[in-house]
């Protein structure tokens, strides 16, 4: 959603539709559906994208891995 201080305040409404995959830990690919739609232009129908994206982590935090031994004891 999009507001502004003029009129119409409220400027656009967007809905958005994705799908993820994650080939590898540090890279992560997109595809989805956008569907926008534009009041201060009077656009009846909106438009629609096909939004396709390819994202890779730079940085990426080592998490520690935690074991836990539990002893069972009989009693």
Excluded: C, W
């Excluded at 201080?5 to 540090?26: C, V």
């Excluded at 994202?55 to 935090?61: A, D, N, Q, T």
């Amino acid at each position: 959603m999009f507001f502004t201080d003029n009129e119409p305040y409220f400027e656009r409404n967007s809905m958005q539709l994705a799908l993820n995959y994650k080939p590898s830990k540090a890279t992560t690919l997109q595809i989805g559906y956008l569907h926008q739609f534009d009041y201060k232009i009077n656009d009846e129908t909106g438009r629609d994208f096909l939004q396709v994206g390819y994202f890779i982590e730079l940085f990426r935090k080592q998490t520690k891995s935690r074991n836990y031994e539990i002893d069972l004891k009989d009693n």
